[in-house]
T-cell receptor, first 114, second 111 residues
């Protein structure tokens, strides 16, 4: 099975712009979670989607939003970019099978805001 | 709010040494605990997952234990190799956040 894929891998944007990142989960996985990783704060949970519905949300401002499509692919959007949004954005997927809880991560999208 | 702490923040050992990485969490109401490895600039690779009803899991040279009542987990690496050099992260699942991560332990294994 192919792993979790994220596109693009690298992105450079200017303050004030908006950006959309994409995540394709492992085939058959219906849960997709997004995380932000920075040197100062470490890995922080953004939100989780399951069957096109947001199931959980972390403590991030409303500029961060996401969605999930019927094929389980997910996108996250950041509007009005700030310098502090520069980070590695990781998504993870997990199986819907009962008793299987492992999270599988993609390689991440490195976002640089200038 | 769940908080996860990993000690030490960095560790440097000679090749062949056995080592233990520590992880503690403040809220014992967790579903499971997962250990990950991260190489510089890369995503996370899952190493071991321990469900809340389990005490330990083993995979090759790795052994992870979980003491939910005391809020602690350890990752034991036997006969360390230079290829084990990476940052090791533990994360707990429970509550409203899918996974809550520690800041990681950066391991360097010297040849």
């Amino acid at each position: 099975k192919a792993g979790v894929t994220q596109t693009p891998r690298y992105l450079i944007k200017t303050r004030g712009q908006q950006v959309t990142l994409s995540c394709s989960p492992i085939s058959g996985h219906r849960s997709v979670s997004w995380y932000q990783q920075t040197p100062g704060q470490g890995l922080q949970f953004l939100f989780e989607y399951f069957s096109e519905t947001q199931r959980n949300k972390g403590n991030f401002p409303g500029r961060f939003s996401g969605r999930q499509f019927s094929n389980s692919r997910s996108e996250m959007n950041v509007s009005t970019l700030e310098l502090g949004d520069s980070a590695l954005y990781l998504c993870a997927s997990s199986s819907p099978d009962p008793g299987v809880y492992e999270q599988y991560f993609g390689p991440g999208t490195r976002l640089t805001v200038t | 709010k769940q908080e996860v702490t990993q000690i030490p923040a960095a560790l440097s050992v000679p090749e062949g040494e056995n080592l233990v990485l520590n992880c503690s969490f403040t809220d014992s109401a967790i579903y499971n605990l997962q250990w990950f490895r991260q190489d510089p600039g890369k995503g996370l690779t899952s190493l071991l997952l321990i469900q809340s009803s389990q005490r330990e899991q083993t995979s090759g040279r790795l052994n992870a234990s979980l003491d939910k009542s005391s809020g602690r987990s350890t990752l034991y690496i036997a006969a360390s190799q230079p290829g084990d050099s990476a940052t090791y992260l533990c994360a707990v699942e429970g509550g409203s956040e899918k996974l809550v991560f520690g800041k990681g332990t950066k391991l360097t294994v010297n040849p």
